[in-house]
């Protein structure tokens, strides 16, 4: 199996209520990207605009090449704060993933996630999402 040709990460908070600043504050880290429910969202490669259905905060590691997503979301944890009472408060609070796009080049790339990243993700209370991405164009 050839490494994976490229990958995204993203910590991911939704939320109707969301509030970025007290996500800030108790993570410890400013976001990416943020926005709060019914804001104008302008996209910045087609300009186009909508509404936010929904509060959102989001905390992206450097995409890479080749693809790395387990040092990516060691990454972005690294930033924030180890206390699990806050990780709970949240997760409890909002719906909270790891965003990964994986971007292969070939039928058969692949990646893996160490049991020290598992077992991070799990006591944090964190799915994982996985966007595919193949350069076939089929």
Partial sequence: MAALSGSAASL????????????TKLLGCPPTK?????????????GQKRIARGGGWRLSAERRGPGDFDDQISEILDRLTDDMN??????????????????????????SL???TLQRLAERGLTIDFDIYDSSGK
Avoid: P
């Fill in 114 to 116: 160490s049991n020290e």
């Fill in 34 to 46: 943020s926005e709060r429910k019914g804001e104008e969202i302008v996209g910045k490669v087609t």
């Fill in 86 to 111: 806050i990780w709970q408060n949240l997760t409890s609070r909002y719906r909270a993933d790891i965003f990964c796009g994986l971007f292969m080049k070939e039928g058969n790339e692949g990646v």
């Fill in 12 to 23: 991911r908070f939704f939320g109707d209520d969301l509030d970025h600043d007290e996500l």
